[in-house]
């Protein structure tokens, strides 16, 4: 395996080499990747081990390359289990750690020093360092952001995008005009919610006319200076999440780049600009020269717009649509010419002019995702969102990606993905190959399990084949682990799971009413390996329920929803601003042909104005617009709810039952979860919008969370009263041996009462 691995990093030197060697590094044009904080003269590693001194492998360097032969020189001993290495005058280099024959995984650092421990990278001292343990994200509640929209801290890194005239976004609200600098700053705000984890747009390098949202990827291997600042990088972003206990939930795209290429899988351009407001002009990108690109259109410049989009594409997935030549050689892009969306071409067409379809059927492009993705992980990520799941093959997930990320991530890293289906119906149009629950389950048939090999087309017929043995409804697999038995938690049953969740597309369609929502989602849960992994949530980035405008069902309705979706399984999700209705009714998304403002990915930063200090989840201080915006009702209702969830595990990760022998009422349900090793035994009784009767219950003492009020039970049954749409009861079993709660639970306000 050391000898493999080796060949793989020789080989991985000459490949980045012959595409990163033609950047320019000039101080006064610089591309993304040479864009630093220049924290320390040159790159200084520390490397904690207690086997003994690593060797430290290393290659590709700039601006000057230096390498070393395999395993690479021996580290300094810094006492106390710490080891250092310097390389001065460095920029950027790539490496690995090789103790005792044991390789790290592959990383590339900028200039600055950093600290590397149990798998993850921090910018802070040894005295300094979070020594954070990822968690289950269950436990846990998302807050969604797009970070360009939502609040900006740092005016010198605003930047129109190219087709911002178009859309009519003035100087004072361009398209780039959040950052990690702004998203550090509010933290306190998200958690003041009662919020632990931030779901992130994507971070990676983008080029398109309207990149701003982040998924029109440009070089998969660099974070996009636009959104950092001269004192704030990603890491620091990570960082800072989690020393308030937070978790970044990274959102990433293997499915497809922008059209402008990428700066290892289709090298065509780069970008050069003397201050970051050159970025909001075309003409930064320019060809690389002796490249395939610019050797075969060498007049590129002169070509009308649709001729330039048209060569751009000859390039990437040789189209021969502007010449004869063969392009693309290697296959790292799909090279199909058509796209059905309810055929095996969904997996391998082009979904969009600004999303050109990667072969990820390519093992060597394969290799590469997850090199670059691994490093995102070992930054201290605590989970994946993948975008446009449902347009890769489950086979080529389950075999190329899903086992690096997670043996990468370790335990607790997740992944959820998108698969996106546009229908009231769990099964999309009964095609089971692009349907949500699909994702969840590992390969069974003996014919797929470890069947993709080094041949790309041959994969590419494969996972064909596979498309069409799951194109009905018969024989999907079934799953008991999201239910009780009987009142009993049982442990679940993941032997043919595949590690992984999904959004839960068809709940989301359904939000019509939380009535509607919660009916899809007790007939779809047989279906996903454990629905209790599901991400849910109304609306987005994209959607709305069924519709593409953002929720406008009213704040009653909205707070009903909430109510069921941070009691009932699966793992709660809020795109930013929905605690005040932020532009209901609106369109999300209509390209630039409209300013910002007036869709649903306007910016969020003037309802954050002000001081907020949180000193818990859902505990704080606030002055100014912000404290305004805390104490609307939906954010107000959103506290509590928080808390509560917080509070009791059953709520967090319980199976649950709504069996007639223990529950009547619209939606009520029973939640238990049970973990020996932990000492939980938590029992929770739900019913949202009306009364409820549980029957067959433990005799013992309840006490509601959102009330307070205490009951005991001596005859097996608890009855709830009428309590009104969007208020709830939340009985939580406090009797010997369960783990229980204390009285009332945050503050009540105009549903939750």
């Known amino acids: 395996m050391t000898k493999v691995k080796k060949l793989i990093a020789l080989m991985l030197v000459v490949c980045i080499a012959a595409t990163v060697g033609i950047v320019s590094v000039s101080a006064a044009t610089v591309d993304d990747a040479e864009s630093v904080q220049a924290k320390y003269d040159g790159i200084k590693v520390h490397v904690y081990s207690e086997d003994g001194a690593p060797n430290i492998y290393y290659w590709n360097s700039l601006p000057q390359n230096i390498a070393t032969d395999y395993p690479g020189p021996k580290m300094t001993s810094e006492g106390n289990n710490s080891y250092g290495y310097t390389f001065d005058n460095v920029t950027k280099i790539n490496m690995m750690f090789v103790t005792n024959g044991t390789q790290s995984a592959e990383t590339t650092r900028n200039s600055g020093e950093w600290w590397y421990k149990n ?17 289950d994200l269950r436990e846990d509640s998302i807050y969604f952001v797009i970070t360009t929209r939502f609040y900006d801290g740092d005016t010198g890194n605003n930047v129109h995008c190219w087709d911002d005239q178009q859309a ?7 398209a780039w005009r959040g950052d990690f600098k702004g998203l550090i700053d509010k933290l306190d705000y998200i958690k003041a919610l009662g919020f632990s984890a931030i779901w992130i747009t994507p971070v990676v390098s983008n080029a398109s006319g309207y990149d701003y949202h982040g998924y029109h990827a440009f070089d998969f291997s660099t974070v996009d200076v636009r959104y950092e600042s001269d004192d704030v990088k990603y890491q620091d972003l990570i960082d800072a999440a989690h020393e308030k206990g937070m978790k970044i939930v990274q959102d990433i795209v293997i499915n497809h780049t922008g059209n402008f290429g990428e700066a290892t899988l289709a090298p065509m351009f780069t970008k050069e600009y003397n201050t970051l407001k050159d970025l909001e002009s075309v003409n930064c990108m320019v060809p690389i020269p002796d490249s395939d690109f610019a050797k075969t259109f060498p007049d590129y410049d002169s070509l009308a717009p649709g001729y330039q989009y048209q060569a751009r594409l000859n390039i990437m997935k040789d189209t021969k649509a502007l010449d004869s030549g063969s392009h693309d050689t290697e296959n790292n892009y799909h090279h199909y010419k058509d796209l059905s969306w309810e055929s095996p071409t969904v997996q ?18 394969a290799e590469y995702l997850n090199t670059v993705y691994g490093d995102y992980i070992n930054m201290g990520v605590d989970a994946f969102r993948m975008d446009t799941e449902k347009h890769i093959s489950r086979l080529t997930l389950n075999q190329f990606y899903f086992p690096s990320w997670l043996k990468t991530g370790g335990e607790n890293f997740y992944v959820f993905g998108e698969v996106c289906t546009r229908v009231s119906e769990f099964w999309n149009h009964n095609i089971p190959a692009i349907s949500a629950p699909f994702y969840t389950w590992a390969e069974t048939d003996s014919k797929y399990i470890n069947a993709l090999g080094d041949d790309q087309l041959e994969n590419v017929n494969l996972t064909n084949e596979h498309y069409a043995s799951n194109s009905t409804t018969s024989g999907q697999p079934t799953s008991d682990n999201v239910y009780l038995d009987g009142l009993t938690y049982h442990t679940p049953d993941y032997s043919k799971g595949n590690g992984t969740g999904v959004i839960d597309f068809p709940m989301h369609w359904n939000f019509s009413t939380a009535s509607n929502a919660f009916t899809r989602a007790l007939e779809e849960d047989p279906y996903y390996n454990d629905s209790t992994w599901n991400v849910t949530y109304v609306d987005s980035h994209d959607y709305g329920p ?13 707070a009903e929803n909430l109510s069921l979706l941070f009691t009932f399984r699966g793992i709660p999700c809020l795109y930013y601003g929905s605690e005040v209705e932020f532009q209901k009714g609106l369109s999300i998304d209509v390209g630039p042909n409209a300013p910002l403002s007036t869709v649903g990915r306007a910016y969020f930063g003037d309802y954050l104005e002000g001081d907020v200090s949180a000193t818990d989840f859902g505990e704080y201080s606030a002055s100014g617009t912000v404290a305004e915006t805390l104490n609307s009702p ?16 059953a709520l967090q990760k319980g199976q649950y039952t709504k069996d007639s022998s223990y529950v009547t009422g619209n939606m009520a349900f029973i939640r238990r979860y049970t973990n020996s090793s932990e000492g939980v035994d938590s029992l929770a009784l739900v019913t949202i919008s009306g009364g409820a009767t549980f029957k067959n219950i433990p005799n013992g003492k309840y006490i509601d969370a959102v009330t307070g009020d205490v009951k005991t039970v001596t005859n097996g049954t608890l009855t ?3 309590i009104g749409k969007a208020n709830m009861r939340c009985y939580v079993a406090c009797g010997s041996g369960f783990t229980g709660i204390d009285g009332k639970i945050g503050t009540n ?4 009462k």
């Open 546 to 558: 069924d519709m593409d405008t953002r929720y406008d069902g009213g704040t009653q309705a909205w």
């Open 168 to 174: 009519n976004n003035p100087d004072s609200d361009p």
């Open 348 to 365: 391998t067409g082009q979904i969009a002019g600004d999303c050109v379809d990667v072969n990820t059927e390519n093992p060597k492009v």
């Open 634 to 649: 939906l954010a107000v209702h959103l506290k509590q709810l928080n808390m509560i969830r917080r509070a009791v595990p």
């Open 119 to 135: 798998g993850r990278w921090s910018s802070k001292s040894w005295d300094d360092f979070d020594d954070w343990k990822r968690t």
């Open 720 to 722: 709830v009263g009428s």
């Open 749 to 752: 306000g105009t549903y939750l």
